[in-house]
């Protein structure tokens, strides 16, 4: 493998770069018209326009990535991920073309792509799930009846996709149906399909995920945990490894249970596989990610491990050389998704001009970062300028540096997810681990860190004024 065309954009296009270039391989750059003096066209080697700024006329093209990797004899190609990296399709076309698709084959995408048929996969291996329906509906009707015997609060989930969308909490039966029409409706305009599935709703959730990898040869470790409870608008903000609450017996249990989902669809490569975990430390399988996760640091952090290398290496038909008895957790890493975003006005995105834009540096901090100063936030993609990832031998060490990088972060000419961050990783809820995805709901509002930020012009201005003073004094003093 001496070429890799990476099929994506901003930072996770460097990321996987940076990597490639570290094992002495050339690597290729795509690009939109709207990306043309991004920093991830200037990192490749090579770098090719695939088309005008909307995603499915550049990005989401395939048939031009496709064209430009063979053009430039491409050996593989690596999605990143969103985009083309868990379409099935893009994988067999890769495969068509005797390109080499860094990820899962196409069956493994196509059948964990639908929840329903993930449930279907992995029910030989007795993985706990959430009580609710084996088929997909889209008869009112009849879900009505099933929600009634299963009993609410039920959750209505689209059964084609992810992101929130699609998706409703039902707390009572007079609300269902109007909840259901527009569940569907969502997941139809979203997805291209209307069906969806109906479980037992799990009031205080939290969001573990367990990150495997799994070789050509039989070969499937799991690397830990990551707790991804913080969300807005049922997506993550917040991420860390470990979790807080999870004891080494069940631990061992999840990612057992996490191998076994890999198993169940013959996995090759690097995936996530997310459960719920209820009040009384219950796990239930939700669904599995074919693909490398956005919040992948934290867990190369604690397990000492580069994932894009080992993708690589897996892709290449190498045997995985780590066992799992050999893989320790070390330390604790946290991740913060730095987004071009309000948080003052519902986290809506935030488009402008990066006029200042300086980023933390220092022992156990990283970003991994798509932006340069100047740069303009296009309205095309997903707003996500960076991830701020610290790490430290305990959870509050690293919290401790989280919330020294965020103050060290300047950003100026947009809004971002920075002062959520920071009102987070101070929060006494967050920092004592006893909290589930109802966090930004429970306590969160901008009003809070309105407060937040007048407290902290109060402290600079009181700091300000006894400079003043002592350099006052300084000047009294006779010679």
Request: glycine share 6%; proline share 4%; net charge negative.
């Amino acid at each position: 493998m001496k070429k890799i065309l990476v099929a994506n954009r901003g930072e996770i296009a460097i990321r996987v770069m940076r990597t490639a270039k570290n094992m002495g391989i050339k690597t290729v750059a795509v690009f939109s018209e709207a990306d043309r003096n991004s920093p991830h066209v200037k990192y490749a080697d090579q770098a090719v326009c695939i088309g005008p700024a909307p995603s499915n006329e550049s990005y989401l093209r395939g048939d031009k990535i496709i064209d430009v990797a063979k053009s430039l004899k491409v050996d593989a190609i690596h999605p990143g991920y969103g985009f083309l990296s868990e379409n099935a399709d893009f994988a067999e076309l890769c495969e068509a073309n005797s390109i080499t698709f860094i990820g899962p084959r196409s069956k493994a995408i196509k059948v964990m792509g639908s929840k329903l048929a993930a449930k279907e996969t992995v029910k030989a291996y007795n993985i706990p799930m959430v009580p609710g329906t084996d088929e997909a509906i889209t008869d009112i009707a009849e879900a009505k009846t099933i929600a009634k015997e299963i009993g609410f609060p039920i959750l209505i989930k689209a059964s084609a996709g992810g992101g929130g969308k699609g998706m409703r909490i039902v707390e009572n039966e007079a609300e269902f149906e109007s909840q259901m029409d527009r569940a569907i409706s969502e997941a139809k305009n979203a997805f291209g399909d209307g069906s969806v599935f109906i479980e037992k709703y799990v009031a205080s959730p939290r969001h573990i995920e367990i990150q495997v990898m799994a070789d050509m040869h039989g070969h499937v470790i799991h690397l830990f945990e990551r707790e991804c409870s913080v969300q807005r608008r049922h997506q993550k903000v917040v991420e860390e490894a470990p979790s807080a609450v999870l004891t080494p017996e069940l631990r061992e249990k999840m990612g057992q249970a996490a191998i076994n989902v890999a198993r169940s669809c013959d996995y090759i490569g690097a995936g996530t596989v997310e459960f719920l975990l209820d009040e009384n430390k219950n796990f239930y399988f939700l669904e599995m990610n074919t693909r490398l996760q956005v919040e992948h640091p934290v867990s190369e952090w604690i397990a000492g491990v580069d994932l894009v290398e080992l993708q690589i290496k897996v892709a290449r038909g190498e045997h995985l050389d780590i066992k799992q008895e050999d893989l320790k957790i070390n330390g604790h890493a946290l991740e913060l998704r730095v987004y071009a975003e309000d948080p003052m006005n519902d986290f809506l995105p935030s488009v402008g001009n990066l006029e200042i834009y300086k980023i933390p540096k220092g022992e156990n901090i990283r970003v991994d970062n798509g932006f340069e100063e100047g740069m303009d936030i296009p309205i095309y993609y997903d707003p996500m300028l960076s991830k701020l990832i610290t790490y430290g031998k305990t959870r509050e060490e690293a919290i401790e540096l989280m919330i020294e990088a965020i103050n060290d972060y300047h950003i100026q000419g947009v809004e971002t997810t920075l002062s959520f961050g920071r009102f987070v990783f101070e929060h006494e809820t967050f920092r004592s681990g006893d909290f589930d995805t109802h966090f930004v709901k429970k306590y969160y509002s901008p009003s809070l860190i309105e407060t937040q930020k007048q407290s902290e012009a109060e402290i600079a201005a009181k700091i300000a004024l006894m400079r003043f003073l002592e350099d006052q004094k300084v000047l009294r003093i006779p010679n």
